[in-house]
C-alpha cells in the first residue's frame, strides 16, 4: 500500500517568514495530492491540491510542487501570519476508479507562528 | 460555509452501549464517502469506504461487526460503533467527494469526538 512521509513534525516561524513542509511517497499509482490545514478540534480543511499533470500550482500566499519522479511533493507558505497556525497534513489517493479518494495522509506538521 | 456536516460533535457513551455518527453531503450527492479516525495528536486512517446502496469496504484490520456503516441515501452516511470500549475513543471523521469528476475535491466533516467511559 501507499506511504507517506511527511517533514518536519513541528515548525516554528515569525510572522511574515515562508514556511515549507516535505512529503514523500512511494506508490507510483498515486496522482492526486491534496493538503490539509486541521485546527484544534476541528475537521480537515482542504486549502490546496495538485494533480500529478502539473508541477506546481499556486492559490495566493500558499503553492504546492510536486515531483513525480523522485516522488514528493511540498506546500510553500508565504509571508506567513498568526493564523496560519494550525496542523497540516499532506495525503496522497490514486486518481479515479474505485480507490480515488481513499486517502494516505502524512503524519502532520505542527506551524506554529509567532507574531 | 461547510460542505461535509456530522452529527454529533461529541459525544459520551458508556461501556458496552451502541453510538452512532451521521455524515451528510450539503448541496450535493455524495455516491460514496469515507470514515477516517484520528487519535490525539495523531494522523487520520482511513476505516472504510462508503457506498451508496451497497455494502462497504473496510481497510485490513477494520472490524466491521464493529463499526457498521450504512449509506441509506445519496447525501447520507452513518458510523454505528457497536458495543463501544474505552480503546474505541477517537476523533472519527467522514469526508466525500464533491462531485463524481476525476479530481474531484475531497472535503471532510467537523469530526465527532467518541469518548466511551
Known amino acids: 500500500g501507499e506511504n507517506v512521509e511527511q517533514h518536519p513534525s513541528t515548525l516554528s516561524v515569525q510572522e511574515g517568514d515562508s514556511a515549507v513542509i516535505k512529503c514523500t511517497y512511494s506508490?507510483?499509482?498515486?496522482?492526486?495530492f491534496p493538503w490539509y490545514k486541521q485546527e484544534l478540534g476541528k475537521g480537515p480543511q482542504l486549502i490546496i491540491d495538485?494533480?500529478?499533470?502539473?508541477g506546481e500550482k499556486k492559490d495566493q500566499r500558499i503553492a504546492v510542487t510536486l515531483n513525480k519522479t523522485a516522488k514528493h511533493f511540498s506546500l510553500h507558505i508565504t509571508e506567513t501570519q498568526p493564523e496560519d497556525s494550525a496542523v497540516y497534513f499532506c495525503?496522497?489517493?490514486?486518481?479515479?476508479?474505485?480507490?480515488?479518494?481513499?486517502?494516505?495522509f502524512g503524519q502532520g506538521t505542527i506551524l506554529t507562528v509567532h507574531p | 460555509g461547510a460542505v461535509v456536516s456530522q452529527h454529533p460533535s461529541r459525544v459520551i457513551c458508556k461501556s458496552g452501549t451502541s453510538v452512532k455518527i451521521e455524515c451528510r453531503s450539503l448541496?450535493?450527492?455524495?455516491?460514496?464517502m469515507f470514515w477516517y479516525r484520528q487519535f490525539p495528536k495523531q494522523s487520520l486512517m482511513l476505516m472504510a469506504t462508503?457506498?451508496?446502496?451497497?455494502?462497504?469496504?473496510?481497510e485490513q484490520g477494520v472490524e466491521k461487526d464493529k463499526f457498521l456503516i450504512n449509506h441509506a441515501s445519496l447525501t447520507l452516511s452513518t458510523l454505528t460503533v457497536t458495543s463501544a470500549h474505552p480503546e474505541d475513543s477517537s476523533f472519527y471523521i467522514c469526508?466525500?467527494?464533491?462531485?463524481?469528476?476525476?479530481?474531484?475535491?475531497?472535503?471532510f466533516g467537523n469530526g465527532t469526538r467518541l469518548t466511551v467511559t
Open positions: 506508490d507510483s499509482a498515486s496522482n492526486y
Open positions: 495538485i494533480r500529478s499533470n502539473v
Open positions: 448541496d450535493f450527492q455524495a455516491t460514496t
Open positions: 495525503a496522497a489517493s490514486p486518481a479515479g476508479g474505485t480507490s480515488y479518494g481513499k486517502l494516505t
Open positions: 469526508s466525500a467527494k464533491l462531485t463524481e469528476a476525476r479530481w474531484a475535491p475531497l472535503h
Open positions: 462508503s457506498n451508496e446502496g451497497s455494502k462497504a469496504t473496510y
